[in-house]
């Protein structure tokens, strides 16, 4: 089916091209994005990670049951199935951190996801797949830094295409990425163009994401109470300010966690649903993201809380029109735009 056609299609059955957007895209990566923070079996934080095994299947459910699209950004060594496998996937060109703690190659796993579920997750990645509207996507092979010392845009590129040839390997041709730990970087889009990714998720654009004070104390701190707070505005995207190739689809806020207080959990989700009928009156995309293992304790509350921001898109679908959209959804909509013949 060809952009012109459904550009066509849309304007007769009256649905905008550009409808207000309920985007999510989520992080999966198990221990691979904790390794340099979780670093024995006996830290607190394994459990999180093992809850993620399953909370991944009850987000699925959740989405099936409400009509959700999303898109799950996987780092590239949890779709072997086996140590054989991944070793064959491995890239031989690997980055060389100043900071030995980012290098995911230096782990020890185990043969495979039976006895080691932490490292290996291609019965989850078959899940995801098998459910509608669920994109796969890329979150690099092995959780790559694009920030650290001691690695260059052709190890980036040779990363990128370890990932893509693992996806293939399991019937999948990821054309969106997410960066870990959101590190993008200009020279860096050509190497993500060139591996076949046509999209990615972009920082926010606000206060607190500058990359030469991402990591400060005031900055984290400005990031962690806007979460509860608006201190730097509503972060709606407007469909013309998407621009790039890959396309930059920036995020717009991070759903964190539960925390240990009701009164920050009911601001937060308050905050979130601000958000969302902004960006839903004004015609917007709303971006919101996190990890599966942010739902890895408290895992029944957390779920409640999404089915909560879930019921709150429904309302505004209808009064608004907001449509659930995954990463690839938001391109194709982008381009029909962009590739289709002007009627003026």
């Given amino acids: ?73 996987t780092v590239g060594y949890l779709f072997a199935e086996d140590r054989e496998t991944l070793t064959r996937f491995s890239p031989v060109r690997r980055p060389r951190y100043s900071n030995p703690a980012r290098d995911n190659y230096r782990l020890e796993i185990g043969d495979d996801e039976a006895n080691d579920p932490l490292h290996y997750a291609r019965s989850l990645v078959d899940l995801i797949a098998q459910t509608p509207g669920q994109e796969i996507a890329s979150h690099t092979f092995s959780h790559y830094y694009c920030h650290e010392e001691g690695q260059t845009p052709a190890d980036f590129k040779a990363d990128l295409e370890a990932a893509m040839a693992i996806a293939k390997h399991t019937g999948h041709q990821p054309g969106s990425l997410v960066l870990p730990r959101n590190q993008t970087d200009e020279a860096y889009l050509a190497p993500m163009r060139e591996a076949g990714f046509r999209c990615y998720r972009g920082n926010p654009r606000r206060a607190g994401f500058q990359r030469q004070f991402y990591d400060a104390a005031p900055t984290r701190a400005l990031r962690l109470l806007d979460s509860y707070v608006n201190l730097t505005g509503h972060h709606g995207i407007k469909w013309r300010d998407l621009k790039g190739d890959p396309l930059n689809i920036p995020a717009s806020m991070f759903l964190r966690p539960r925390r240990w207080l009701p009164q920050l959990d009911a601001l937060r989700i308050r905050r979130i649903k601000k958000a969302m009928r902004r960006a839903a009156k004004r015609g917007e995309i709303f971006h919101l993201w996190w990890h599966p293992h942010n739902f890895g304790g408290d895992t029944d509350a957390n779920l409640r ?22 990463m690839h959804d938001v391109l194709v909509r982008h381009e029909q735009v962009t590739t289709a013949p002007s009627t003026t």
Avoid at 27 to 41: A, N
Avoid at 305 to 326: H, K, T
């Fill in 1 to 73: 089916m060809n952009a012109n056609w459904m550009t066509q299609l849309a304007r007769a059955e009256g649905e905008p091209l550009r409808p207000s957007a309920f985007v999510i895209s989520l992080d999966f990566e198990l221990h691979w994005g904790m390794s340099d923070i979780v670093t024995t079996p006996e830290h607190p934080y394994v459990r999180r990670l093992l809850g993620a095994r399953r909370a991944v299947p009850a987000m699925l459910d959740l989405f099936r049951e409400r009509h959700i699209r999303a898109t799950w950004a």
């Fill in 305 to 326: 809380d999404l089915a909560v921001i879930i019921g709150y898109f429904q309302v505004l679908s209808v009064e608004y029109g907001m449509r659930s959209m995954s």
